[in-house]
């Protein structure tokens, strides 16, 4: 490889380390051709980019980069390298631990992570980064947190509102009975003034004339 070949490999890899925040650092030694070419289709698929280089033109794209941000995955640059760039932070954790599966394999290893600018090291660490949220999934979580709250309390309302609407129909239906009732009631006459008796009329009493 020339001098200017190695330095078009440098640029392409600082424009991937610089576009994505997620990237996996594994080990393919031993994998076939073949196997090489399925775990591209399975990363193609994940809309995941995997590129092979060397170790030393990796390490000068991070450090032409940011040297102290990348400084923990320079001890896990060694043996034959793939790179695995990811918007989503767990696919390739993913697509690693369904390709041994399927081909009854230890291969690629997991040498290292870096995500969100979290540094994760060593093989173990694998099917921890396969259970990682992605911020989808914790907004979602959130989301849902602050709307059970309000659920409830709506549903408090709407079933106080539908207790109250029996009771608001038996009130309305209860009026006119109250109504009919108020005007059956009879009128209360009032008595008759009592009738004056003639005044019986003073007998005269004759006077008997003077003799």
């Known amino acids: 490889m020339t001098k200017q070949e190695k330095n078009d490999v440098i640029e392409v890899l600082k424009g991937k380390f610089s576009q994505y925040n997620n990237f996996y650092i594994t080990d393919t ?16 698929n994940k809309q995941v980019e995997m590129k092979v280089a060397k170790n030393t033109l990796i390490k000068k794209a991070l450090e032409s980069l940011d040297a102290e941000k990348y400084a923990g995955v320079y001890e896990s640059l060694n043996k034959v390298t793939a790179v695995l760039f990811s918007e989503n932070p767990k696919d390739p954790a993913v697509i690693i631990s369904s390709f041994r599966r399927e081909n009854n394999n230890e291969r690629p290893v997991l040498k290292a992570a870096f995500i969100n600018g ?5 093989n173990d660490k694998l099917v921890a980064l396969t ?16 709307q059970s709250p309000i659920q409830r309390v709506l549903g408090a309302l709407q079933n106080k509102d539908a207790g109250k609407a029996p009771e608001a129909s038996a009130a309305v239906e209860a009026a006119p009975v109250a109504e009919a009732k108020v005007e059956a009631a009879p009128v209360a006459e009032a008595p008759a003034a ?14 008997p004339a003077a003799e």
Do not use: Y
């Open 118 to 122: 979290d540094v994760f090291i060593g």
């Open 131 to 146: 259970q990682i949220k992605t911020k989808n999934e914790l907004i979602g979580e959130v989301i849902g947190l602050l």
């Open 29 to 44: 030694e031993s994998l076939t051709v073949a196997q090489v070419t399925t775990l591209r289709g399975h990363c193609f």
């Open 194 to 207: 009592p009738t004056a008796e003639a005044t019986p009329a003073a007998d005269a009493t004759a006077t």
